[in-house]
């Protein structure tokens, strides 16, 4: 079986894999009872390999780590939320095509000295610049 490419994460290791990484880390919520959940799984896997050089992807089962759970405010699964500099950035709850992931991916990544192009996702929310708060995009 291949070596996964996604950060398994904790309670424990939390804070030193996502909230103080020196990259953005995208992290997958989830539960070993969700179906869409499994059914995503490997294309998760297959993002870890994509972007391995520019985000952390990382996954985090939300019945065995329940202080980040709720600390994060997980109500349901799957959710994907872009971390950056130790804040959310964008936000995204249910399952997703691997097209709209990426695009979740691609438009959270800033490079100086280029315009990004804004891509609009179904279901996906952005943290505003100004105030911190989750806006539906």
């Given at each position: 079986?291949?070596?996964?490419?996604?950060?398994?994460?904790?309670?424990?290791?939390?804070?030193e894999e996502?909230?103080?990484?020196?990259?953005?880390?995208?992290?997958?919520?989830?539960?070993?009872?969700?179906?869409p959940c499994?059914?995503?799984?490997?294309?998760?896997?297959?993002?870890?390999?994509?972007?391995?050089?520019?985000?952390?992807?990382?996954?985090?089962?939300?019945?065995?780590?329940?202080?980040?759970?709720?600390?994060f405010a997980?109500?349901?699964?799957?959710?994907?939320?872009?971390?950056?500099?130790?804040?959310?950035?964008?936000?995204?709850?249910?399952?997703?095509?691997?097209?709209?992931?990426?695009?979740?991916?691609?438009?959270?990544?800033?490079?100086?000295?280029?315009?990004?192009?804004?891509?609009?996702?179904?279901?996906?929310?952005?943290?505003?610049?100004?105030?911190?708060?989750?806006?539906?995009?």
């Amino acid at each position: 079986m291949a070596r996964s490419s996604c950060i398994r994460l904790t309670d424990k290791n939390f804070k030193e894999e996502v909230l103080d990484s020196g990259k953005p880390v995208f992290v997958d919520f989830w539960g070993s009872w969700c179906p869409p959940c499994k059914m995503i799984e490997p294309v998760i896997e297959e993002l870890a390999e994509q972007f391995c050089d520019v985000i952390g992807i990382g996954k985090l089962n939300i019945d065995q780590n329940p202080a980040v759970r709720s600390k994060f405010a997980i109500s349901a699964v799957p959710t994907f939320i872009i971390f950056k500099n130790g804040k959310v950035v964008k936000r995204a709850i249910g399952a997703h095509s691997r097209k709209q992931l990426t695009q979740m991916i691609e438009s959270s990544l800033s490079f100086p000295g280029r315009k990004q192009k804004v891509v609009a996702i179904a279901g996906v929310q952005e943290v505003s610049k100004s105030s911190d708060v989750l806006e539906e995009v």
